[in-house]
């Protein structure tokens, strides 16, 4: 049985561990600069609170799940202890706009890497995680990476060279979606709706919307026409998101947060 080692607990990678620990895997090792968040995590799944250099030497699978600008500090502290270890060891990095390759020059010695662009609703087995790998990677190592996250949501490889764009999609998206049904709850509770029906109702319509969009598989400017009817209240109000650029702002908040991801792979 593999030992899944986590260097960085927070939030995206605390619902990670979660859905790896869903699967009955209780192997984990996690340590934190904020020790706290790796004790809630061992009582919650089993696993145990450690210390970078001792995942570094005993973990099969090391998460690096530190923010991008403290991986460079990170790698330096463990480089060595990586480097002597006998026994083969995969690495998992969800640093946003680190590539594979700036990773490996980290460490100065090339592993198997998978680069995962992981997002929030992963916490509730919804989310979308792609990734990316070397060819050091074996089928059976991605094998036990696939069946790790299985519970998380979707799992989807992706060229590294498209990673970037897609995570602006998936990754940022959720925020957006946020911002989305709470504006969509404002209009409601501005129209007269109790503030908890409001949400609930905003939260319900894009949960159906999506699930309708992906079984259908029609284009989504299909399933906006289907709800449109002629002089309508929904084309009314469709009249007036395009008054205020809201196809327009969508596309600029996913083509800045990319470009942002680029900029922070580069510090």
Known sequence: MATFGFIGTG?????????????????MLFADKFTEKAQELSKLTGGKVSDNQTIANEADVIFFGVKPQMLKGMTEEIRDVLNSRKADCMIV??????SIESIE????????????????????NKGVILYSTNELVTESQEKLFNDSMKNAGLIDKIDEKLIDAASAVSGCGPAFCYMFMEALADGGVLSGLPRDKAIL????????????????GKHPGVLKDNVCSPGGSTIEGVK????N????????AVEASYKKTIELGKK
């Open 105 to 124: 020059a980290m460490l100065g010695k090339k592993y198997p890497v998978i680069r995962i662009m992981p997002n929030t609703p992963v916490e509730v």
């Open 93 to 98: 990095s969800m640093a946003a706009g680190v």
């Open 245 to 252: 650029g809201f196809r327009a702002g969508i596309i600029e």
């Open 201 to 216: 109702y905003a939260a319900r319509t894009l949960m159906g919307a999506a699930e309708l969009l992906e079984k259908s």
């Open 240 to 243: 007036k998101l395009e008054d």
């Open 11 to 27: 939030n995206m990678a605390g619902a990670i561990i979660k859905a790896i620990n869903s699967t009955g895997i209780k192997d």
